[in-house]
């Protein structure tokens, strides 16, 4: 196929029309959508609005609950391990607080719990920092400019999440967030900043203030790098267990929780860690590919510390909405689904149509803003891609007219480099985009301090619910995982110094198995999933003599 | 569009698959369930190293899987691991100056300027820059030009000194924003507003309106240009 520049010839007789109109476009926008037109667009165009997006759970704490199928079908699973085999007198590893998942929720969570002199131990399924936390690119909210306040911050967090956030949680992320942003610059993370020490901020969709604060496009990247080296310098404090996910908690006979079961990815053991208390931090469920999207999210997250905390009688919030990432790669093909970071709008990239001109405000509240792109190309208005996918510009040459020549290699430099490397030159031609998912809005429900109805059980981030409501604003992520992390540490490791579980069941794991018996869920249906199925039909019929338990074989 | 079939060789072993996918779709495609060397695909978390050479050709190549394509007759293998050793240090109790690196990472001192870190960081990041500016105690520039490192390796690997470059970057990139950076001061002074208690009457009042309330002051909030 004939390619100039990344492109094809067909690609290009647009891409002509984006360049003939960008002149004219500058200065000029379609003007932000009322709170009713927008409610309107969501409920015709939004995926979380498509008829059998959800069902009711049949079984646990939430039961009745509409959730995303997806999600149904993993919280109406059948566990990994027999209760019956598991010999809970041996105990591998033992710690005060226990806490699972290795992102920037647990391992700022671990600093704290360290910091409090509690003995602590992260068990994670991947590499320390393999989260979406390391993958976030825009930036992080905090209300600490002269014209912001928290209560500002307050507004904007509860609009974009349709006022149905939990009010004590949205309360907590904002009167936090300055403090986190000084918490980073003790650390010795690097923020984007004047020449005075100023932060740069820019607005995110549906901010009133530009309060987003970043580090080029590596933001969540360098936090969580500079977590990381934190807490390798603790080793005294903060033991270690990669390539280890838990798969079932432990409660003791009174419901206290007091450790887990973990599965040793590479030597295929089950080992037991006992604690006095645990904090939950497994992130999000992008790879569970919601509606067959495509996703921004990291290869671990499958949302097993949901099943796990759901098992042990956590409730759920929220579960039933999906956020969409107004903007992932749409093309080329090696890349699509991939995050294209909202702060290229926030810089001043505008999304256009195949025609080349403008249809939506580059800045609404990612639900509304992703709902207008499907909109767009459901009225046949998209750039179709050589392998047939529908997408819609991105016109990222803006910013250099806007912000000056040079100025897409300093501020993105990730996604420059991805760019050129299928001789795409952003600076100069746009990208092609279309929403993909991104983020779990909802999760365990969770009080301010990150503790859930079973005691001892705390959790925090991506796979807690309720603090952004039906839909989070872009730089609330990185803030919250931080936020709550903390919160879940302090919390915990006060906690336990005035607990002693006694000794470890799987009780609720016993229980959790008579009732899915009593229902017609298939045996074969296994949970967590730990890491998602990307082996080929056509493979498993020839590995005759595999053994696959859910997706792992 | 029709896919075009090309031969790769995972760690020796010859397989068949389509040209468009990438290092790391393609051993899936080939019939590897990736536990190690598969982190966050999108070219951020330095997990899916992978060096290759492609056939008839000498050069050792790395780059990282999840954003690389297939060629025809490339052999490939994915690290798994990086041994390198992290140095332990109290950030707190630290000077920003070449002494520190002398002590806590001395092997940076050794570096032959030979530029085999440069060549293989999959970033394309000037490592061997950033070691210079460490040795010469430049440790603003040091963090600057390790700033989009995603901590692979693939550098310290490959370096003749034995030099683990990526945890040298971190530590500069750390004594800069601990102690050289300028501070905001917007940002302690809004932490010491709400030390005070200063925000909390208000946040507090928006806790308890009505749903109706809350959404006309959100429809009537004023929006920084």
């Known amino acids: 196929m004939a390619m100039k520049g990344g492109y094809t010839d067909k690609m290009w007789d647009s891409i002509k029309k984006v360049e003939a109109t960008r002149k004219s476009r500058l200065g000029k926008q379609q003007p932000s959508m009322s709170l009713e037109e927008g409610e309107k667009l969501l409920k015709k165009y939004h995926p979380d609005y498509k008829k059998g997006n959800t069902r009711k759970i049949k079984i646990g704490p939430s039961k009745g609950d509409p959730v995303v199928q997806e999600v149904a079908n993993l919280l109406e699973a059948y566990p990994r391990i027999d209760p019956e085999k598991i010999d809970l007198s041996r105990v591998d590893y033992k710690t005060d607080v226990l806490v699972i998942g290795g992102g920037g929720a647990g391992t700022s969570a671990a600093l704290l719990t360290c910091e409090n002199g509690v003995h602590v131990t992260i068990a994670t399924k991947l590499r320390l920092g393999d989260a979406n936390t390391m993958m976030a690119q825009g930036g992080i909210q905090a209300a600490d400019k002269e014209n912001d306040s928290p209560a500002i911050h307050y507004l904007d967090v509860i609009g974009g999440g349709h ?65 990381r080296d934190e807490a390798l310098n603790n080793p005294k404090g903060i033991e270690i267990i990669e390539f280890s996910p838990a798969v079932e908690l432990l409660l003791d006979k009174d419901g206290k929780t007091c450790g887990a079961i973990l599965f040793n990815l590479e030597t295929e053991e089950y080992l037991t860690v006992e604690s006095k208390a645990v904090i939950i931090t497994t992130g999000g469920f992008g790879r569970l590919h919601i509606q067959k999207f495509p996703t921004t999210n990291h290869y671990g997250a499958t949302a097993d510390g949901l099943v796990l905390g759901y098992r042990a009688g956590a409730k759920l919030a929220f579960l039933d909405t999906v956020q969409y990432h107004p903007t992932g790669a749409a093309y080329p093909e090696q890349i699509v689904g991939q995050l294209v970071t909202e702060k290229i709008r926030s810089a001043g990239a505008e999304p256009v149509n195949v025609h080349g001109e403008q249809f939506v405000y580059p800045l609404e509240p990612r639900d509304i803003e992703a709902a ?158 730990v890491l998602p199925d990307y082996t080929r039909g056509e493979t498993k019929k020839r590995q005759l003599t595999s053994h696959y338990l859910g997706t792992l074989r | ?112 300027s030979c530029n085999t870190c440069t060549k293989a960081c999959p970033q394309d990041i000037e490592v061997m820059d950033y070691v210079q500016a460490i040795v010469r105690g430049d440790i603003k520039k040091a963090a600057d030009i390790s700033f989009d490192c995603i901590m692979c390796g693939l550098c310290a690997l490959r370096c003749p000194a034995e030099i683990s470059q990526y945890n040298a970057g971190i530590l500069a990139r750390r004594l800069y924003g601990k102690y050289l950076a300028p501070r905001a001061k917007h940002t302690r002074k809004r932490i010491e507003e709400l030390e005070r208690g200063m925000w909390e009457d208000e946040v507090n009042k928006l806790m308890k309106i009505s749903k109706k309330e809350l959404k006309e002051k959100y429809k009537s909030r004023d929006k920084e240009a």
């Open chain 2, 1 to 112: 569009m029709d896919e075009e079939m090309v031969r790769i060789y995972i760690m020796g072993k010859e397989y068949k698959v389509p040209g468009n996918l990438t290092i790391l779709t393609a051993m899936e495609y080939a019939g590897y369930q990736v536990k190690r060397g598969a982190g966050c695909r999108e070219g951020f978390c330095g997990a899916c190293a992978t060096v290759y050479r492609m056939k008839d050709d000498y050069k050792l190549k790395a780059d990282l899987a999840c954003q690389t394509k297939v060629e025809d007759g490339m052999y490939l293998a994915q690290l798994p691991f990086v041994p390198a050793q992290k140095s332990i240090y109290d950030i707190n109790k630290l000077k920003p100056e070449v002494g520190t690196f002398q002590e806590i990472y001395p092997e940076n001192f050794k570096c032959v």
């Open chain 1, 163 to 227: 006022f149905d956030n939990k009010p004590e949680l949205v309360k907590a992320l904002v009167m936090d967030a300055p403090r986190i942003i000084g918490w980073l610059e003790d650390l010795g993370m690097m923020f984007d900043r004047e020449e005075d020490g100023t932060m740069i901020t820019r607005h995110g969709g549906g901010t009133s203030r530009k309060r987003m604060h970043s580090a080029r496009d590596y933001t969540g990247g360098e936090i969580m790098k500079t977590l």
């Open chain 1, 372 to 529: 207008a792109l499907i909109r767009e190309v459901e009225r046949g208005n998209g750039m179709e891609t050589p392998t047939g996918m529908k997408g819609i510009w991105l016109d990222t040459p803006l910013i250099e007219m806007k912000e000056g020549k040079g100025s897409i290699e300093k501020n993105f430099p990730a996604m420059f480099r991805q760019n050129m490397r299928f001789d795409i030159n952003m600076a100069k031609t746009p990208i092609l985009i279309y929403p993909t998912l991104h983020y779990q809005n909802g999760g365990m429900e969770i009080s301010s301090d990150c503790s859930t109805s079973v005691p001892g059980l705390y959790v925090a981030g991506e796979t807690s619910g309720g603090v952004h409501g039906r839909n989070r604003l872009m730089g609330n992520s990185l803030l919250d995982v931080l936020v709550f992390g903390q919160r879940a540490g302090k919390a915990a490791s006060k906690y336990v110094k005035g607990v002693s579980p006694g000794k470890p069941t799987l009780k609720h794991v016993r229980k959790y198995i008579k009732d899915l018996e009593k229902t017609d869920i298939p045996k074969d249906r296994i949970a967590p999933m």
